[in-house]
């Protein structure tokens, strides 16, 4: 019922930055926390990153003071603009929200994933 597009992810040498979006739409829906996960290859999926739709955040501990996390309510977008990046940071980024429609009163809804390569 919410689809979740995101945006930004490439190649970027360490030390370096990049910012990905994730824009949510569909019909009545309102969205309640949103945040962005990764996974590694052969990793577990881990929380990175997440805001509440008052602004409270949350972040992992090895992204702390490197990553920020923010959204546009209007526009029904996050963003995480992540700083001196590491090649741990390479995974596959996923980013979600809790949101409610007319049918689910409040589920998690997922995106497709965008891939962020550090070299180094």
């Known amino acids: 019922q919410v689809q979740l597009v995101e945006s930004g992810g490439g190649l970027v040498q360490a030390g370096g930055s990049l910012r990905l979006s994730c824009a949510a739409s569909?019909?009545?829906?309102?969205?309640?926390?949103m945040g962005w996960y990764r996974q590694a290859p052969g990793k577990q999926r881990e929380l990175v990153a997440r805001?509440?739709?008052?602004?409270?955040?949350n972040y992992a501990d090895s992204v702390k003071g490197r990553f920020t996390i923010s959204r546009d309510n209007a526009k029904n977008t996050v963003y995480l603009q992540m700083h001196s990046l590491k090649s741990e940071d390479t995974a596959v980024y996923y980013c979600?929200?809790?949101?409610?429609?007319?049918?689910?009163?409040?589920?998690?809804?997922w995106g497709q994933g965008t891939q962020v390569t550090v070299s180094s």
């Open positions: 569909g019909n009545r829906f309102s969205i309640n926390a």
């Open positions: 979600y929200c809790n949101a409610w429609t007319a049918i689910n009163l409040g589920r998690d809804y």
């Open positions: 805001i509440s739709s008052g602004g409270s955040t």
